[in-house]
């Protein structure tokens, strides 16, 4: 990655067919060590390629990976307990928000203060 990085770097400042020594320099600069092996086989594999064209396919590869999470369940809305409701659910649902709170508490002392 470090290797890549440099090379893109180098394709920046107008750099189009960076080598091994300018690579080489670039990490130079900022203390890092190349590997010959690797840098030999990013350059073999770059060779003839424009960097532009190669971040454009990337892209469009990329574009069909799923990125997103599941979704999660969606949250219950509760009434509030109004006249259609009888006001039981909003009795039941005190409850259970005083339960989560309490676990809520419990959990978030864990037996030890964070400053003590």
Do not use: C, W
């Amino acid at each position: 990655m470090k290797h890549l990085a440099a090379y893109l770097l180098l394709g920046i400042g107008g750099n189009t067919s960076p080598s091994a020594d300018d690579i080489k320099a670039v990490l130079d600069s900022v203390g890092i060590e190349a590997d010959d092996d690797r840098l030999s086989k990013l350059l073999s594999e770059l060779e003839g390629k424009q960097i532009q064209d190669l971040i454009n396919e990337g892209s469009t590869k990329l574009a069909s990976v799923p990125s997103g999470g599941g979704g999660g369940g969606a949250a219950a809305a509760t009434s509030g307990g109004g006249a259609d409701s009888g006001g039981a659910p909003a009795a039941d649902g005190k409850k259970e928000e005083a339960k989560e709170e309490e676990k809520e508490e419990s959990d978030e002392d864990m037996g030890f203060g964070l400053f003590d």
